[in-house]
């Protein structure tokens, strides 16, 4: 489930051609959903309710559509050495990063990476960062 999806429920044990109810989902938080329905559904506590997902096509449409546009930056998708800014962050760079963890203030590697990133130019490779 992701959120903007739809989820249709109806009354257990209602006739099969009973309406179904339409939900979105607005938030997902580990195992809790948060659903809203129109003013025309209302629940009780106890009721027990058929429940039917709804399929979201849009990432998909999103994939296949990526995988046929002409646009093909290879320098996101398959960058190369060329595509790289090898630039060193400058220790004022570093210090200029003020961690919501402090902890992290002990770390200059990590503290480097994340400077590194900051410092990037618009339109740069994704980084991709090995380590704990």
Known sequence: MLVGDYILVRRSGDSTDSAWY???VHSIR???LTLYFSDDFSNYRGNKYDVRFVYNRLPERRK???AISPYKPMRLLFPDKIHIENKRVTPAEVLAIKP???ELQS???QLEAVAAIVNQPPGSVPF???GP
């Open 107 to 109: 770390n200059y590697e």
């Open 128 to 130: 991709i960062i090995f």
């Open 100 to 102: 919501v963890n402090r």
């Open 22 to 24: 339409q939900g979105c």
């Open 64 to 66: 296949h559509y990526a």
């Open 30 to 32: 580990f195992d809790i």
